[in-house]
């Protein structure tokens, strides 16, 4: 049973360029969501999907950063216009939701460290 | 507002002795679960351990275990018998599972345990 994983691990990029993250969740888990990190916070909730549907989306998450999940598989973060601000850590999590809403656990992949120069 | 409360920066432990780090939350919602994650200097978050609101009793598992005190709010995790390999950041998390159907957690700002041989 592989893991969550994230993909690039790293990323360097210069401030006005796009970039774009992709998560591929664990199988058959039907949500995913993705967080943002600082250095020496906690992270912070950016949006969440089910199956395909994308149900919540942070205040956080501004006209420049989209998120898809075709097919309720993998799915992609887009940053479009870099800023300095984003450079952070970009956490990926799946669950499986059950009739059990109570106890669905999150799973983490290694995350997306992006540096915008 | 929901809010995690992690006012323990930095902690150091002994190898082979317990350690407690402490944890408080404020939230409405009747129903909600709250969850333990570790991150190590790597970057990526592993699930500990998880307290639903209305479980009778507190959650264990292996060397981990949760202090649930509903009354005062507070979710304090204890390891026992640390080990060198235990010196990570330490994150609580909440998610409200009452009225809202999200699964967003939200987390504290951590602690990091480090374990002195």
């Known amino acids: 049973d592989t893991g969550v994983s994230q993909d690039p691990r790293h990323k360097i990029t210069k401030r006005g360029q796009n970039v774009t993250f992709r998560c591929d969740p664990i199988s058959e888990h039907n949500r995913l969501y993705w967080y943002r990190q600082t250095l020496g916070q906690g992270p912070e909730f950016l949006t969440y999907f089910q199956n395909e549907a994308q149900l919540e989306k942070s205040r956080l998450l501004s006209d420049r950063f989209s998120a898809e999940r075709p097919k309720g598989s993998f799915s992609t973060l887009e940053i479009q216009r870099t800023e300095q601000g984003d450079s952070a850590m970009y956490l990926c999590a799946s669950s499986l939701l059950t009739g059990g809403r109570d106890r669905e656990t999150q799973y983490f992949g290694p995350g997306t460290r992006l540096l915008v120069l | 507002a929901q809010k995690i409360t992690q006012t323990q920066p930095g902690m150091f432990v002994q190898e082979k002795e317990a350690v407690t780090l402490d944890c408080t939350y404020d939230?409405?919602?009747?129903?909600?679960?709250l969850f333990w994650y570790k991150q190590p200097s790597s970057g990526e978050m592993i699930f500990l351990i998880y307290?639903?609101?209305?479980?009778?009793q507190n959650a264990t598992e292996g060397r981990y275990s949760l202090n649930f005190q509903k009354a005062r709010k507070s979710a304090n995790l204890v390891i026992s018998a640390s080990q060198l390999g235990d010196s990570a950041m330490y994150f609580c998390a909440m998610r409200e599972t009452g009225s809202s159907n999200t699964g967003k957690l939200i987390f504290g700002q951590g602690t990091t345990l480090q374990v002195k041989p």
């Open positions: 939230t409405s919602d009747p129903s909600y679960g």
């Open positions: 307290q639903g609101s209305y479980d009778q």
